[in-house]
Each structure stands twice: as structure tokens, then as C-alpha cells.
């Protein structure tokens, strides 16, 4: 299994663009979350998904987009880029018993917005 | 706002010491999880404790939890160099939907 894959590893945006960061997992979880990742505050979560079709709201979700239209992908999307956006962006899954608590993490990718 | 702060920040211990890294939290937890995150990669799952237990072992790492004081403590015995990483303690929210992360412990040990 290759776990959770994220693309690309490096992405550097003018302010106002726009781009869709990639992930996908083979371990046919059903969650599957978004968090950016900035110096000093840990991780912060930006949306998450309970399944395909469904989709829901973290603590920092403004100025991103989420749809789950497949168990396997859940895709980021920055629909016009701003620094602050500047970060390093970390996608996860979890198993689907009530019990499986543990992430998995991607490698990440690391956003600049100039 | 965040549910688990670490303590301290940085740590600095020669090869061979035990290092112990502090996790508070704020509100009422199912379980308590510790990562690891190496230099430029993602994390990766350490040890869980669920609120139910109060010490938990794996290998070198020990995972204490105080639910009265609402804090948490991991230890890494016999440190290695390749134990240098920042370590993160983490919370579930809303039935294990949000994980909620401290800002991290940075550990170094020197060779």
C-alpha cells in the first residue's frame, strides 16, 4: 500500500491564483482531513471529509474548498491565493471503526504564495 | 484555539538520557494521541491512551494520563539520535471527526 499520497511536494502561487492540492489513500478509509501546518502552532485542521458526498468545516476553513466525490481522493482547492495561504499543507485518513482513532499523514506540501 | 499545549517547547539531551515532553489539554477527551514528525516529513502515529487508562507502553516510549489534572506525559527512555523530531499530542473532538494538535515539542539528541 502506498498510504496516503500527496501532490505536489513544492508549489509556489501568485496572490490571486489559483490551484487544487491533491490527495489521495488506498486503505479505503473513510475520513479523510485537511490540516496546514505553520511554525509554532502545530496543526490546524481545515476541512474534513466522513465519506464521499460529505464534507465539513475545521478550524481555519476560509479561502479553501473541499469535495469528496470518490472514497480514495479528497482534493484542496485555493481558489485565489493569498500569503497568508504560505504554509505547509498535510492531508490524513482514518480507518472507519469507531475505535480507529490514529492518522495517517501524507509527506505534505509546501505552499509559498508571493 | 487549541486544545493541547506542549511543555517545554525544545529539548536538547545527550544519546543515552530519557527525554519527557508534557501535554495539557482544556476540555473532556475519549483518548489522548502522541506523533512524531521528523524534519520536512509528516506525521506519524506514536502511541494512543485512552481516557480509561492512566499509563500505556510501547518499546522505549511510556504515556502517562492525568484526566483530573487533564494532562499527559511521554517519555522516551534510552534516547537515540534518531529519536530527534518534534513530537505533537493530540486530542479528538466531535466522535474522533477533529484532531485537535499542540504546538509541538522539538526534541534534540545529541550523539
Known amino acids: 500500500n502506498a498510504g496516503v499520497t500527496q501532490t505536489p511536494k513544492f508549489q509556489v502561487l501568485k496572490t490571486g491564483q489559483s490551484m487544487t492540492l491533491q490527495c489521495a489513500q488506498d486503505?479505503?478509509?473513510?475520513?479523510m482531513s485537511w490540516y496546514r501546518q505553520d511554525p509554532g502552532m502545530g496543526l490546524r485542521l481545515i476541512h474534513y471529509?466522513?465519506?464521499?458526498?460529505?464534507?465539513d468545516q475545521g478550524e481555519v476553513p476560509n479561502g479553501y474548498n473541499v469535495s469528496r466525490s470518490t472514497t480514495e481522493d479528497f482534493p484542496l482547492r485555493l481558489l485565489s491565493a493569498a500569503p497568508s495561504q504560505t504554509s505547509v499543507y498535510f492531508c490524513?485518513?482514518?480507518?472507519?471503526?469507531?475505535?480507529?482513532?490514529?492518522?495517517?499523514f501524507g509527506p505534505g506540501t509546501r505552499l509559498t504564495v508571493t | 484555539s487549541q486544545q493541547g499545549e506542549e511543555d517545554p517547547q525544545a529539548l536538547s539531551i545527550q544519546e543515552g538520557e530519557n527525554a519527557t515532553m508534557n501535554c495539557s489539554y482544556k476540555?473532556?477527551?475519549?483518548?489522548l494521541q502522541w506523533y512524531r514528525q521528523n524534519s520536512g516529513r509528516g506525521l506519524v502515529h506514536l502511541i494512543l491512551?485512552?481516557?480509561?487508562?492512566r499509563e500505556k507502553h510501547s518499546g522505549r516510549l511510556r504515556v502517562t494520563l492525568d484526566t483530573s489534572k487533564k494532562s499527559s506525559s511521554l517519555l522516551i527512555t534510552a534516547s537515540r539520535a534518531a529519536d530527534t523530531a518534534s513530537y505533537f499530542c493530540?486530542?479528538?473532538?466531535?466522535?474522533?471527526?477533529?484532531?485537535?494538535f499542540g504546538a509541538g515539542t522539538i526534541l534534540r539528541v545529541k550523539s
Open positions: 471529509s466522513v465519506g464521499a458526498g460529505i464534507t
Open positions: 490524513a485518513s482514518r480507518g472507519n471503526r469507531v475505535s480507529s482513532y490514529e492518522q495517517y
Open positions: 476540555t473532556s477527551i475519549n483518548n
Open positions: 486503505m479505503n478509509h473513510e475520513y
Open positions: 491512551i485512552r481516557s480509561n487508562e
Open positions: 493530540a486530542t479528538p473532538m466531535e466522535y474522533g471527526n477533529k484532531l485537535v
